[in-house]
């Protein structure tokens, strides 16, 4: 079978090439997943460069989220049936024509949805579903994050709407605030502006701003602290621009503000099944109502896949890029 593979550590673009590997058998518990379409994460390329928390062994394959049809099943398993299209979102070396995983992890897909959203279902949504989860905010609180724009910005702005959230976005640029308007999401702030501040205020109408998400790092995480309203959370989602949080200390003093950690993998791995089922199931309803939009900006080849990475890392890009084998 063909897949994508690296036998060094570096730029995605560069070091991924296209490898005939042997077909995978899948062991008493696992399943043979035949794929359709996979998806390109930030985590996924930051995997292949060796900056991310989980260093492969080289040569290593790539990709951890796709879509595919169950092709053979262990003796064991009794989860899912040959024949049976599903989703996984945490399966390592899914860019390949066929990959092996856990049966019991993988989630089997409705008919109403298509598989260029299902090939994005999990690993993205799931982390904001979890996210609002885990604030456990109530109906009208009020919520500011930053990368408004990004991927899990829009689905955790969609996502709230439809519990009845107030979600603030910020974005770094005048251009992204009409990008999130013409997707019909609203209250975002771009800070490049003089008097962003005063704009947020302006919305919330003086409510208190309880929580708020951080993607970027470094200034940006202050500026969204300072949002905060006394013993709000600040909840640290990625570092897409600096891994050092400049903060100020007075905000977190004086309001007694919390900080704390979220990363998707780990909390996913150790959420109870039965919570997980729930999610899961808000996050179906979400897609097949339309109130959570999953676009793609591109499907590519297996051998395209530079022309791939570039396209991901695209500013302005409005959803994920695809692969398909």
Do not use: C
Request: glycine share 12%; aromatic share 6%.
């Amino acid at each position: 079978m063909r897949a994508l593979i690296h036998s060094t550590f570096g730029e995605p673009g560069t070091v991924l090439e296209v490898a005939d590997l042997p077909l995978p058998e899948p062991g008493p518990t696992q399943a043979r997943v035949r794929t359709l379409l996979a998806t390109i994460h930030n985590h996924d390329l930051w995997t292949v460069r060796g900056t991310y928390g989980f260093k492969p062994e080289l040569p290593a394959p790539a990709g951890t989220e796709a879509v595919g049809i169950v092709d053979a099943v262990g003796a064991d398993v009794t989860d899912v049936q040959v024949g049976q299209r599903v989703v996984t979102g945490g399966t390592f070396g899914v860019w390949a024509e066929y990959f092996v995983a856990d049966a019991a992890g993988l989630i089997p897909v409705p008919d109403g949805v298509a598989d260029e959203s299902a090939a994005q279902l999990v690993s993205m949504p799931f982390s904001a579903v979890s996210l609002l989860h885990s604030l456990d905010l109530k109906q009208g609180d009020w919520l500011v994050q930053n990368a408004a724009n990004g991927a899990v910005g829009r689905m955790v702005a969609q996502i709230g709407a439809a519990r009845g959230l107030n979600v603030i976005g910020l974005v770094r640029r005048a251009e992204g605030v009409e990008e999130l308007r013409d997707q019909g999401i609203a209250n975002v702030v771009a800070t490049d502006a003089e008097g962003w501040r005063d704009e947020v205020a302006a919305l919330t109408g003086g409510a208190r701003i309880v929580a708020g998400v951080d993607s970027v790092g470094g200034t940006s995480s202050g500026e969204v602290l300072s949002l905060l309203a006394e013993n709000g959370t600040l909840v640290v989602f990625g570092a897409m621009q600096s891994p050092t949080m400049q903060l100020d200390s007075s905000d977190v003093i004086f309001k007694q503000l919390t900080i704390r950690g979220f990363w998707g993998s780990r909390v996913s791995r150790d959420m109870d099944a039965a919570t997980r089922s729930m999610l899961f199931g808000q996050l179906m309803h979400h897609v097949l109502s339309g109130e959570l939009t999953l676009p793609v900006a591109g499907i590519y080849a297996f051998d395209d896949i530079s022309e791939a990475v570039s396209a991901s890392g695209t500013p302005g890009r409005v959803g994920k890029v695809l692969l398909r084998p």
